[in-house]
């Protein structure tokens, strides 16, 4: 009853104004705190996989690059480099820790980095002794290999020509001479493939249809004029 003798309502089980169950409501957190916990735990999961194969990848790469870097030093000091230019200063190391103190992903980085400036000194190295031909365009780098090929056997025929005139040995020189063309072009294309790779796995331009043409043409004007000389003879 209040004060002016009004009956006050009591409150009952399971309305809206009825007291949370402390058994429910200790559930509802440990619900929460465990979604929780299996999402921190599965975060830290992830990370920590990422991070191994960072480590691994990392791992690999390493090996790699002292593969590579091993050669090259031999070489480099065959080619007369002193040795202590092949070994990096204090603060050079200094700089190279301080730029992968973040992590595995940071050390993958930059061995990935240095694994791009091992194939540069590649490309210099084991250019076989033509290192600055390598780099030429590919017709003019080319010609210096198909023009020499494409000469050889119209030249031959040219001096068999002047020194028996119409004879046998000259009609056997153009017979003989038909299918060298062919030949050319085909021991061009391969000495290219050698001779202008800087490595085993690059592909080289061989500009086969100019090669083709390169070796046909000396062929063909030189048959040409030997056939027109022995007509006129």
Same mark, same amino acid.
Do not use: C, G, K
């Given at each position: 009853m209040s004060e002016t003798g009004t009956p006050v %309502?009591? %409150?009952?089980?399971g309305g809206p104004t009825a007291d949370v169950d402390p058994a429910e /409501? #200790?559930?509802a957190g440990y619900? #929460? +705190?465990a979604r929780l916990l299996d999402g921190v735990r599965r975060a830290a999961a992830t990370a920590a996989s990422e991070q191994a194969r960072s480590v691994a /990848? /990392?791992? &690999?790469e !390493?090996? +790699?690059v002292r593969e590579r870097l091993a050669p090259q030093q031999s070489r480099l000091r065959e080619l007369g480099v002193p040795a202590i230019s092949l070994v990096p200063t204090? %603060? &050079?190391v200094t700089e190279a820790a301080r730029s992968m103190a973040a992590g595995p992903a940071a050390v993958l980085a930059g061995l990935r980095t240095a694994s791009g400036w091992a194939d #540069? +000194?590649?490309d210099t190295l084991a250019a076989r002794g033509l290192p600055r031909l390598a780099r030429w365009p590919a017709r003019p780098r080319n010609l210096l290999v198909y023009g020499p090929l494409a000469l050889i056997v119209p030249l031959i025929q040219v001096v068999l020509f002047l020194a028996t005139g119409t004879g046998p040995a000259s009609v056997l020189a153009l017979v003989v001479g038909l299918p060298m063309p062919a030949v050319a072009f085909m021991v061009g294309w391969l000495a290219v493939g050698r001779l202008f790779r800087p490595r085993p796995t690059d592909r080289v331009d061989r500009t086969p249809r100019f090669g083709a043409l390169v070796c046909l043409v000396p062929a063909? !004007? /030189?048959s040409a004029g030997i056939v027109l000389a022995m007509l006129a003879a």
């Open positions: %309502p009591t %409150p009952r089980s /409501a #200790a559930w619900i #929460a +705190a /990848a /990392a791992r &690999e !390493l090996t +790699a204090p %603060p &050079e #540069a +000194a590649d063909v !004007l /030189a």
